[in-house]
Structures are given as C-alpha cells and as structure tokens.
C-alpha cells in the first residue's frame, strides 16, 4: 500500500514511529483537521507520553482498518 501525501512521525518512550498522513486523516476527523492545518511540507513529529504497547496497539488497529 502506498500513500503519498507525506507522513506523521510519533515519539513514543523515545521510539519513532512513522505514520502516512492519509492514513490517519482518513480514520480521524480530529487528524484530519490538525494535519490540514500544518500543511507545509514538513515532516509533523508529535511525542506522546503514552506506553509503546498501547501506541502498538493503536497503530495495529489502525492498519486493520485499511
């Protein structure tokens, strides 16, 4: 699967996750909004306080959506 509007880099306990952008903004209307926004090429990289097993657990979720 390809997706070519850029990506979304998290930071979670220091680990780097990198999500494509039309994936999220797809599933979220609050990303969709926030990534609308910020629409200057650059590479958004947002750092969550939460624990990798529950961004694992997000991410998986996400991608079975697809």
């Known amino acids: 699967m390809q ?3 850029g990506s979304v880099v998290f930071s979670v306990q220091n680990v ?3 999500i494509p952008k039309a994936l999220l903004q797809q599933h979220s209307e609050a990303f969709s ?3 609308d926004m910020s629409n200057d090429g650059k590479e958004e990289r947002i ?3 939460d ?3 529950a961004f ?3 991410r998986s979720a ?4 697809v």
Do not use: H, W, Y
């Open 16 to 18: 780097l996750f990198r």
């Open 62 to 65: 996400l991608f079975t959506c």
């Open 56 to 58: 694992r657990d997000f």
């Open 33 to 35: 909004s926030m990534l």
């Open 47 to 49: 750092v969550l306080q």
């Open 3 to 5: 997706f070519s509007s």
């Open 51 to 53: 624990s990798l097993e």
